[in-house]
């Protein structure tokens, strides 16, 4: 009989397999663990690339696969979708029986999974809670799964201290750094010729990666801030070359897409993509002049990269960002003026934040000292006494 652990690993979005893969591949190396993969969400819907065939790219055959997105991106739709995501993952954990049940961030597909295995009983191991996004209702979402998990990998110390605020023990908590710097510093990356060929598109003499996510909570819609975004790139006009992502399937977020399709259909000098896959993604943000938009990536990876970021809105307040990033509203005037300034920074001596690449082996070595991790299942309210 097999003695490892069986680890379940949920994964809903490209983004976020870019960041858990790096874990995945450490846990298998270790020689402790059996690692199941499950896909969701995005990873599932043609629309959004149907990104489930990267993970199989990876190596790794999916355990299950469970279907949760509605063809809505209402409120209304996003809620059903949770709904379902639960119904999914019921059945889903019930057959695999994981040990543990591994997820990252704040997606509503992650909520849906960790709710069913809080009342099936399976531990939950959470990476990247902690964090602060005030622009999106990611950040209850975010922090709702970090009450319904039962370790804690923070990528830093000020998200380790929100967690402990929240009332989890400190000996649960290990701020590891984010893994999407691991996989970063290990990955080859393709080169200018190579990824023109790949891509079907020449660069220009500056060159941007813009992806534009819905800011959930703003007073201003997200179309409406997505048009200030492609009203700025006109502004910059066809000498700047443009390579956009699609959007996460967040309340609104076909809308962007529909956006930046149309936008990129009419100028020679913009190329859309619903996903890129993490070697061609992370080789654009490589070889670009800045990243633009509000995507996480422009925090976590892009400094590592010396690439600057025009971080846009709200989205992402409350996290640390480098000095590499510069900040703006969603105004059209505003993104211009901050782009031509991240095009004259010098990153060359940027410290990013998120960690030194050595997070998924500092993940591992917890897990495998954690010799009983159903007795993780029963925890209190950590409150630290005033002397």
């Known amino acids: 009989m097999d003695s490892k652990r069986r680890l379940c690993i949920v994964t809903g979005s490209r ?43 990876d190596g790794y055959e999916l355990a299950e696969k469970v279907e949760m997105l509605l063809s809505s991106d209402s409120g209304v739709g996003v809620a059903k979708s949770v709904g379902l995501g639960v119904i999914g993952f019921s059945d889903a954990l019930a057959r695999l029986s994981p040990d543990m049940v591994m997820v990252l961030g704040d997606r509503f597909e992650i909520l849906s999974a960790v709710t069913a295995a809080l009342f099936l009983r399976i531990p939950v191991a959470h990476l990247c809670g902690g964090d602060v996004t005030e622009g999106a209702f990611d950040d209850s979402i975010r922090h709702s799964i970090t009450k319904m998990s039962h370790v804690h990998f923070p990528s830093n110390k000020d998200a380790a201290r929100r967690i402990i605020c929240m009332g989890e023990r400190p000996d649960r908590v290990f701020v590891v750094g984010s893994p999407g710097v691991d996989h970063l510093l290990r990955l080859k990356l393709m080169g200018r010729e190579a990824l023109e060929m790949d891509l079907g598109f020449q660069f220009r003499p500056r060159n941007i990666l813009a992806t534009f996510h819905p800011e959930t909570l703003a007073d201003v819609s997200p179309v409406d801030q997505c048009a200030e ?36 259909s009419s100028r020679e000098n913009v190329l859309a993509r619903s996903s890129l896959g993490q070697l061609r993604y992370l080789s654009v943000m490589n070889l670009c002049d800045a990243v ?61 934040p998120y960690g030194d690449g050595e997070a998924s082996g500092r993940i591992v070595r917890v897990l495998r000292e954690m010799q009983d991790w159903q007795s993780l299942l029963c925890k209190g309210f950590y409150e630290e006494l005033e002397p």
């Not at 298998?28 to 489930?52: N, Q, W």
């Not at 502004?235 to 956009?244: A, S």
Request: aromatic letters at 4%; a negative charge; one cysteine or more.
């Open 15 to 57: 983004a976020e397999w870019g960041l858990l893969s790096p874990v995945a591949d450490a846990l298998r190396a270790s020689g402790a663990f059996l690692v199941d993969v499950v896909a969701t969400g995005m990873h599932l819907s043609p629309e959004f690339g149907m990104t489930a065939a990267s993970i199989q790219q």
């Open 229 to 264: 975004l492609l009203a700025a790139i006109e502004t910059l006009g066809p000498e700047v070359g443009v390579i956009f992502t699609h959007p996460n399937a967040d309340t609104q977020g076909r809308a962007l897409l529909n956006m930046t399709e149309a936008f990129a």
């Open 292 to 352: 633009v938009g509000n995507s996480s990536s422009g925090l976590y990876e892009a400094p590592s990269l010396k690439t600057p970021t025009v971080n846009i809105g709200g989205r992402q307040a409350g996290r640390p960002k480098a000095v590499s990033v510069v900040d703006c509203p969603a105004e059209r005037t505003a993104i211009v003026s901050a782009v031509r300034k991240a095009f004259d920074l010098d990153c060359s001596d940027v410290v990013n």
